[in-house]
Structures are given as C-alpha cells and as structure tokens.
C-alpha cells in the first residue's frame, strides 16, 4: 500500500520546491534585467503591494479563522467573503485605472502605470484564490493551496523567461512590461487549477446559498486586519519616498539612492529572508490548530514544537548571511557587493523569523486590535528613523534604522502574544537549542567553506532530530477535525 504525505509533509516539500524555483527565478531576472531593470520593478511592487491589500481586506484570513472555528456554515462564510472581495477589487480597479498622473508626480516615470494596468485582472484572481485558500486550509486540506502555489510558480517561471528569449531585442521597459503580463498569467493558472479543486470535491452551489447579512460579520473582523496590512503596506510605500527625499536633502542624486535602495532592499534583504518561507509553512499548518486548541493544554506541544523549528531555520539562515553572504550573493546575482551590508543586518533579521507566528497567535486569539496597535508602533518609528538616521548618516543610518524597527516590531508582537497566552518557557529545552546553535555558529566560524556548511548542517540537522525526539516529541490528541463541506 502506498503511503499518502501528510500535510505537513506537503508543506515543507513542495514549498522548498517553490523556494527554491523562486530563487532561480530571482537570479535569473536578475540577470537578464541587470540592476536599472530591478531599480524599475522595485518601483512598482510598492504601488502593486498596496492595491491588493486595499482590495483583498484581509478577507481570506477572516475566511479560515471563521471557518476553523466553526463561527458560521462554511457556505454561508465563503459566499460573504465572495460578494465583499468582488466590490472591493471593483473599486481599487477603477481608482487604479484613474491613476495615471501620479506616477509622473510622484516618481518622474509615468511607465509605471502600464505594468499597473495589466495587473487589474490580477486583482480579481488573487483575492479570490486567497478565499478558495483560507476555505481550503481551514478544512485542513493543505495540499491543493500548496499545489496551487507550486503551479503558480511554474507558470510564472515559464512564461517570464519564454517572453524574455522572444523578446529579447525589445527595449528594457516592454521586457519589464511582459514581466508583470507573465505574473497575470501565472495567477490564472492558480486560480483554475484551485476553482476546479473546490468545485469538484466540496460542491459549492453560489446562487443556493444564502448568507442573512454575514458580510457584515466578516467586515467587522476584517477590518482591523485590513488596518493592520494597510499599515505595512504604506509603510512600505512610503519608507524608499521617504529614504530618496532624505538622501537628496544629504546632496545624492536621485539615481544614486534608488540603487542604494535596490541594493538592500532587491539584493541584501531577500537574501537575509530567504529561508522564512520554512518558518511561513509552519505558520500555515499551525494557524488552525492554535484557533481550535487556545485555552486548552494542548496549545502549548504545538507552540514549543514550532518555536523550536523557527530556531532552527533562523539558525540556517544567519550562518549562510554571516559567513557566506559574499558566495551566495554572487551565485544568486553575479554581483556580491551588497554583502556588508547583509553581513551587518544578519543578526537583527533573526528576530524577523519569529514575527509571523507571534501574528499567528495573536489572529487565533482574536487579538487584531493588538496586532495593529504594533505595526502603527513599529511603521511611525520606522519611518521617523529613516528620515533622522537617513539625513544626518546617509547610508549607514539607512541601515540602522532597518535594524531598530526589528527590533521593535518583534519586541511588540512578543509581548502582545506572550500576553495572549501565557506561554511558559521551559529552560531545559532552551538551553539545549542554545547550545546546538552555538555549536553549528562556530564550526562555521573557525572553518568556513561549502563543504563545512554542508556537514555541519548535516550534523547539527540530526543532532536537532535528537533533541526534538527527546524533548519535544509527545502523542497529543487533538480531537477529530470535521471537515466542513
């Protein structure tokens, strides 16, 4: 008989499978668009990342945490999320297509509007997979969001480089507009593949349902939320504004910051980030589990065991950036000089691999209003530090501000979600994960090359499979988990 993967088997596979696809493609993109390329996209993702917050109302995190804990009939809370999605993404469209004179006031480019406009159908397909996803995961069906991804990734891989090779003597701004017509692209192909998925195995009939004025419910929940993602979304829209404005008013020129800009944000960061996506999985398989066991002992096997795994993976993830930053940087872009810079915001980014589940305890527990309260906290200190640090150290006040936000924004959900939970730290077990890390710190320390990465992590990866089969392992009964059809 053959052994089907559990979920959490599926997780972790094909998401380093996507990863790694990912990482491909951000090498190869790079490459072929070269620095000015990526300055140009770096200035458009701002504007794409606020238009799909402001239209997806964090909708679909309302959509699984309802349906996780049993608020309503699932039906009924899908075809809500259904009718709210569809006006709000009808509405950001409009204001998007009557946009077009911003861009040439705001970044002297109107270009940017072009690959802003291909992303309209984006918007729609988008927000509706991330419905079909939040259903789907609250049910405690991983495997076809995580498919979904992996195919979404595959489409985009495909059609980005089969345009970039037909197109090769076309001008560096068409390359960057079929860049984003290929992104549209590959969510149409996530979007089928997920609309088959539910139709075929849940049998949902829209025009039978009927939802007695649930929008209402589901907007009260979302909003804080939305609140919450629209903070960070502005933030991020507002932090390279705010950084160019005050390297101007230091005497550089507004090319010189926005390559600045494109070296640690397109280059450095995604290097300092780049294993979270193991951490991200292990939010997702966790989030149901949390809404259905908070208040009862069994939450904290859960928390210890995923806290433990984040450890790990953050563990990774600073020896690559602290002692091959240099290597990786420059198989990943043929251009290594971002790596002091990566070097020096290593160890604060550590604490960035422990946010998204401190984010996940606190929507389980109903907690939006706290989790908004620390983004407003972290985003006006993060935007003020950009501005003061920017303008009085150039560059290197850039980079401290990035690291006192961290700080900040894990100092905040740390406290909200201990607070939330109560969690109890159980020394024992901290101090053999300490002393693990500490150990692989420093046989990369003393010896590094390729081949010492591999076998420490080899080592110190069985030496965690010890320790977590010693300390962590224990049969917990979670109950049935009833799938709602």
């Not at 088997?9 to 668009?33: N, P, Q, S």
């Not at 390559?259 to 397109?266: E, L, M, P």
């Not at 450095?268 to 292990?282: C, E, W, Y």
Request: aromatic share 18%.
């Amino acid at each position: 008989m053959k052994k089907k993967l559990t979920n959490i088997e599926v997780i972790l596979f094909v998401g380093t499978t996507i990863k790694i696809l990912g990482l491909i493609y951000k090498i190869l993109l790079t490459r072929i668009l070269t620095i000015e390329g990526m300055r140009i996209m770096s200035m458009v993702f701002p504007t794409l990342s606020l238009v799909l917050c402001l239209s997806s109302l964090s909708v679909a995190t309302v959509v699984n945490q309802n349906i996780a804990a049993k608020l309503n009939n699932s039906k009924t809370i899908l075809k809500s999320a259904f009718r709210i999605t569809f006006i709000s993404s009808s509405i950001i469209s409009i204001f998007l297509l009557l946009s077009f004179p911003l861009y040439k006031l705001i970044y002297q480019n109107s270009f940017i509007y072009y690959p802003l406009l291909i992303c309209i159908p984006l918007i729609y397909l988008s927000n509706t997979s991330g419905l079909f996803k939040g259903y789907l995961e609250a049910n405690n069906n991983f495997k076809t969001p995580y498919f979904s991804n992996l195919y979404e990734q595959l489409a985009k891989f495909t059609c980005t480089f089969s345009m970039l090779f037909i197109f090769a003597n076309q001008s560096l701004e068409f390359k960057i507009f079929m860049c984003f017509f290929a992104l549209m692209l590959s969510e149409v192909v996530s979007f089928t593949y997920l609309f088959f998925k539910v139709r075929k195995k849940h049998k949902f009939h829209y025009q039978l349902v009927k939802t007695n004025g649930y929008e209402k419910n589901i907007l009260k929940q979302a909003l804080p939320l939305t609140l919450d993602q629209l903070v960070m979304t502005i933030t991020g829209y507002l932090e390279p504004l705010i950084f160019y404005y005050a390297m101007g008013l230091n005497g550089f020129n507004m090319y010189d910051s926005t390559i600045y800009y494109t070296r640690v944000c397109s280059y450095a960061v995604p290097l300092l980030i780049f294993a979270q996506f193991g951490v991200h999985s292990i939010t997702k398989y966790t989030f149901p589990k949390i809404t259905k066991n908070k208040g009862q002992k069994t939450l904290e096997p859960i928390l210890s065991k995923a806290f433990f795994l984040c450890f790990l993976i953050a563990a990774f993830n600073l020896v690559v950036s602290l002692f091959y930053a240099k290597e990786a940087l420059e198989l990943m872009y043929k251009d290594s000089s971002s790596y002091p810079i990566v070097q020096s915001l290593a160890w604060f980014y550590c604490f960035a691999y422990f946010n998204p589940l401190f984010v996940s305890i606190l929507q389980a527990c109903k907690k939006e209003k706290k989790l908004l309260l620390s983004s407003i906290a972290t985003s006006v200190t993060f935007l003020s530090f950009i501005f003061f640090l920017t303008y009085l150290y150039g560059t290197k006040g850039f980079l401290c501000s990035i690291v006192l936000a961290n700080i900040v924004k894990f100092s905040l959900l740390f406290f909200f979600s201990f607070q939330a939970i109560h969690f109890k730290i159980h020394i024992k077990k901290l101090l053999c994960l300490i002393a693990l890390i500490t150990f692989y710190l420093l046989l990369n320390y003393y010896h590094k090359s390729i081949w010492t990465l591999t076998i420490s992590t080899a080592i110190c990866g069985l030496l965690a499979l010890l320790i977590y089969s010693l300390l962590y392992k224990s049969k917990i009964t979670y109950g049935h988990i009833k799938t709602h059809k």
